[in-house]
């Protein structure tokens, strides 16, 4: 088969897969697929499907694939600039989309999205990120950003800085939220002592802390107010 019938018969295969998409959407397509789909927005005149098929066997699911870094991806034969390219300015689009949908929102309501959102920021991350949630006074969120980044085994949090962007913001409340790169989520003994410092910081200025959450992998999570270490920091403080 040469070029120009490749071309007319790749051209005939994407267009089917559009119109499947745009019939029963994502949930009709495989992670090749959707790979194949992907790379195909970054060289749309090459097949790219056998690279989508790579990719799935090197990486075993298209999210790992999209939390891969640039230097990983390019050790998958086929895949080259372009369909990085591609790859990861998507993930940064669902990333921005993420983050946008939560302003405004409450975080009682927002609180199955803000795990997305930080499960999908931290991805990007092999180092420790600490971020915190500002809230209003009826707990709506006014913005979510990382303040600091540290080593694999611990972030380097600075209390006055946070409690200076929470005034700056007229916070009323916060929630604080850092990855584990391990994957393992349960809260150190250092986890502990920075939300015991914080909370107190937080205290003296009438801001309430209302939540320290630990991203894992995969979606996991630990939520210190569902685990009631939240509660026992109060108590612990007031008695």
């Known amino acids: 088969m040469d070029k120009r019938q490749w071309q007319k018969r790749g051209a005939g295969h994407r267009q089917r897969m559009r119109d499947r ?83 405004g929102r409450t975080y009682i309501r927002a609180a199955c999205d803000l795990v997305d959102y930080l499960s999908h920021a931290f991805s990007m991350h092999d180092r420790e990120v600490f971020s915190v949630i500002f809230l209003d006074t009826r707990n709506g969120i006014i913005e979510v950003e990382p303040m600091f980044h540290g080593t694999l085994s611990s972030s380097v949090v600075y209390t006055r800085e946070v409690m200076k962007r929470a005034l700056e913001l ?12 391990s994957g393992f989520v349960e809260p150190s003994a250092d986890d502990r002592a920075i939300t015991r410092k914080l909370y107190l910081a937080a205290r003296v200025l009438d801001i309430n802390v209302l939540d320290h959450i630990i991203i894992g992998r995969q979606g996991e999570f630990f939520s210190f107010a569902d685990q009631g270490i939240m509660e026992e920091i109060r108590c612990s403080v007031n008695s």
């Not at 992907?38 to 939390?67: I, V, W, Y």
């Not at 007229?170 to 584990?180: G, I, K, M, P, S």
């Open 21 to 103: 998409f745009m019939e029963y959407g994502l949930s009709a397509f495989t992670d090749e697929e959707i790979l194949e789909m992907l790379f195909s927005f970054g060289t749309p005149r090459q097949d790219c499907k056998e690279r989508a098929r790579e990719t799935q066997r090197h990486f075993g699911s298209l999210a790992a694939a999209l939390e891969a870094s640039p230097e990983e991806l390019q050790q998958v034969r086929g895949v080259g600039p372009n369909n990085i390219f591609a790859l990861k300015f998507i993930h940064e689009v669902a990333r921005k989309f993420l983050r946008t949908r939560l302003r």
């Open 170 to 181: 007229n916070a009323a409340a916060l929630v604080f939220a850092h990855n584990h790169p």
